[in-house]
């Protein structure tokens, strides 16, 4: 079992920037590919960003692609999403995710299912 504890949510002005945290409970955390997903009211939840263990793959949605960056310190056992440029469609509850099943695996997947283990949510609001 791994537990998994986001930070860093909070209002910020449209064109402004956050970074998440996602403190892992586990050293086996390292071993992981982790995402980001988010859920905006009455949508489904969507993916955001993943990285593989060694943080050698990266993979982001068309909708942040070149404004957020998912980045990983195994020694902290923390994932980040730094977000710049936010949009107010950006507003969401932000999930951090783990993926046993790509232990040590070189990928990065996209479905919520994959990912068996999930935070509480932080919650981010883009003001326009």
């Known amino acids: 079992q791994v537990q998994l504890v986001e930070s860093g949510g909070g209002l910020v002005q449209a064109g402004g920037s956050l970074r998440l945290s996602c403190a892992a409970s586990?050293?086996?955390?390292?071993?992981?590919?982790m995402g980001w997903f988010r859920q905006a009211p009455g949508k489904e939840r969507e993916f955001v960003a993943g990285?593989?263990?060694?943080?050698?793959?990266?993979y982001y949605a068309d909708s942040v692609k070149g404004r957020f960056t998912i980045s990983r310190d195994n020694a902290k056992n923390t994932v980040y999403l730094q977000m710049n440029s936010l949009k107010p469609e950006d507003t969401a509850v932000y999930y951090c995710?783990?993926?046993?099943?790509?232990?040590?695996?070189?990928?990065?997947?996209?479905?919520?299912?994959?990912?068996?283990?999930w935070g509480q949510g932080t919650q981010v609001t883009v003001s326009s």
């Open positions: 990285i593989s263990w060694s943080g050698g793959r990266t």
């Open positions: 995710a783990a993926d046993p099943s790509a232990t040590y695996a070189n990928r990065v997947l996209t479905r919520a299912g994959t990912y068996d283990y």
């Open positions: 586990r050293r086996t955390f390292s071993s992981y590919t």
